[in-house]
């Protein structure tokens, strides 16, 4: 299925990091990128399963957690603290948008992005409707994973072993509804065929699921 969409650069936060939000016609939902370490807006797999997501007529933001100059200070880049504040900054922002205030917002988040997604999750529980984490650590998160209210997706990759034990743990850690995937042959960075494929797959119908009644209750 072929979608029309509308693309628009944005910025987003009190210094103004820049992104693109992506809208179908009717959208179901909005989902927010979250980022890993050494990424940026124009990840070439975040924008794959931002495409993927359009297919399920979900919007998407995708935008810079840190300014040039932040990123160039690596503590940054593991700054949970920090990256979960830049979120919110993101879903404050959602907010302020007429057209958008009322649809339901997930959060995507990779490597240590998805930390960052399960921190605002944790601490904006009456504002994010689902969590997808792609080969995450959201152990990083600490102790808000017992405080995450949204039903939350874990994608790791068969091969990707010390990352799968990391997230069972989390997993045992969080309260919320939650579910653990994976994707056979995979590892850490879905660069093997078909693999990043199948985890966009799963991530759509996540928050197809847990977005498309179009509005928040």
Same mark, same amino acid.
């Given at each position: ?8 650069? +944005? ?20 989902? +927010? ?13 975040? $924008? ?16 810079? %957690? &840190? ?9 940054? =880049?593991?700054?949970?603290? %920090? ?12 907010? !302020?948008?007429?057209?958008? $205030? ?15 997604? !399960? ?8 504002? +994010?409707?689902?969590? =997808? ?14 405080? +995450?209210?949204?039903?939350? !997706? &874990? ?8 990352? %799968? ?34 985890? $966009? ?17």
């Amino acid at each position: 299925m072929t979608t029309t969409m509308e693309r628009e650069a +944005v910025w987003i936060g009190a210094i103004g990091l820049p992104g693109e939000l992506v809208l179908p016609a009717q959208p179901n939902g909005v989902v +927010v990128f979250a980022h890993g370490s050494g990424s940026g807006r124009l990840s070439p797999r975040n $924008a794959f399963v931002a495409h993927m997501l359009h297919e399920h007529r979900l919007g998407t933001v995708l935008f810079d %957690l &840190l300014s040039v100059a932040e990123a160039a200070d690596r503590r940054n =880049v593991f700054d949970i603290e %920090l990256l979960g504040a830049r979120v919110a900054q993101a879903l404050d922002w959602l907010e !302020l948008r007429s057209e958008l $205030a009322g649809l339901r917002v997930g959060l995507f988040g990779a490597s240590t992005g998805a930390a960052a997604a !399960l921190h605002a999750a944790a601490d904006h529980p009456g504002r +994010v409707a689902a969590v =997808v984490s792609r080969g995450g650590r959201p152990d990083l998160a600490g102790e808000r994973l017992a405080r +995450v209210a949204a039903p939350t !997706l &874990l994608i790791v990759g068969g091969l990707d072993s010390e990352v %799968l034990q990391l997230n069972r743990a989390a997993m045992r850690a969080m309260t919320c509804r939650k579910r653990l995937e994976i994707v056979p042959g995979a590892t850490h960075l879905f660069e093997e065929p078909g693999t990043l494929d199948a985890a $966009a797959h799963l991530a759509g119908a996540w928050f197809e699921t847990h977005l498309a009644s179009g509005h928040k209750s």
